[in-house]
Nanobody
Framework: QVQLVESGGGLVQAGASLRLSCAAS????????MGWFRQAPGKEREFVAS????????TYADSVKGRFTISRDNAKTTEYLQMNSLKPEDTAVYYC??????????????WGQGTQVTVSS
């Protein structure tokens, strides 16, 4: 079992930056690929970024590529999402997840409670 707790969301203006954190506890954190997803009101949950163990290979959605950076600190059992040049369309609840990996929510079976990110224009 893995427990995930996100933090770092908030209200910012367009062009600003935020860093989301996801603290993990429970089973071996480093064993699982980790991901970030987001869900805006009335929309499906969508993939943002993922990172796998070992080499730390990262994958990003096209909409955030070049602006967002996912990283993990296995010693601190924490995953991060650095978000730069934020846009109003980035507004959503952001969730961290752990599981088998990939860009589908079905690939993850552990989820945090979510943290709200709101970007004003």
């Amino acid at each position: 079992q893995v427990q995930l707790v996100e933090s770092g969301g908030g209200l910012v203006q367009a062009g600003a930056s935020l860093r989301l954190s996801c603290a993990a506890s429970g089973r071996t954190f480093s064993a699982y690929p980790m991901g970030w997803f987001r869900q805006a009101p009335g929309k499906e949950r969508e993939f943002v970024a993922s990172i796998i163990r070992g080499a730390g290979t990262t994958t990003y959605a096209d909409s955030v590529k070049g602006r967002f950076t996912i990283s993990r600190d296995n010693a601190k059992t924490t995953e991060y999402l650095q978000m730069n040049s934020l846009k109003p369309e980035d507004t959503a609840v952001y969730y961290c997840a752990a599981g088998l990996g990939g860009n589908s929510p079905r690939g993850y079976h552990y989820w945090g409670q979510g943290t709200q990110v709101t970007v004003s224009s």
